[in-house]
């Protein structure tokens, strides 16, 4: 099954859908913010006038979701890596001797 078929099916079989359906199919879009995006020339999804109401090609509708969709996943390997975690911070200001340290400084303990 494809991309296509599964938003015919979401759209109940018919060609075009009224925008505020377009907006849930896609992933809950709100209708004014598909409105605000298509005022500011921002429009997610192009739309067709009928009888002054706005409707939704869903062909338009799966190639949207398409271009959106990762080319591959990456696969997580079967065996997790476990990092140590660092020694917790003690409470306070650091020493002297530990920002040396951190810093790669030489220590200056014999004076």
Same mark, same amino acid.
């Given at each position: 099954?494809?991309?296509?078929?599964?938003?015919?099916?979401?759209?109940?079989?018919?060609?075009?859908?009224?925008?505020?359906?377009?907006?849930? /199919?896609?992933?809950?879009? *709100?209708?004014? &913010? =598909?409105?605000?995006?298509?005022?500011?020339?921002?429009?997610?999804? $192009?739309?067709?006038?009928?009888?002054?109401?706005?409707?939704?090609?869903?062909?338009?509708?799966?190639?949207?979701?398409?271009?959106?969709?990762?080319?591959? /996943?990456?696969?997580?390997? *079967?065996?997790? &890596? =476990?990092?140590?975690?660092?020694?917790?911070?003690?409470?306070?200001? $650091?020493?002297?001797?530990?920002?040396?340290?951190?810093?790669?400084?030489?220590?200056?303990?014999?004076?």
């Amino acid at each position: 099954m494809n991309t296509f078929d599964v938003v015919r099916a979401a759209a109940g079989g018919m060609a075009v859908v009224p925008e505020k359906q377009a907006g849930e /199919i896609v992933g809950g879009i *709100s209708v004014k &913010t =598909l409105r605000n995006l298509r005022a500011e020339g921002k429009e997610l999804l $192009p739309t067709i006038e009928i009888g002054g109401r706005r409707y939704v090609c869903i062909s338009d509708i799966a190639e949207f979701i398409d271009r959106r969709r990762p080319k591959s /996943i990456p696969v997580a390997s *079967s065996t997790p &890596t =476990l990092q140590a975690d660092p020694p917790p911070r003690r409470v306070g200001r $650091p020493k002297k001797s530990e920002l040396r340290k951190a810093m790669d400084l030489p220590n200056r303990a014999g004076r």
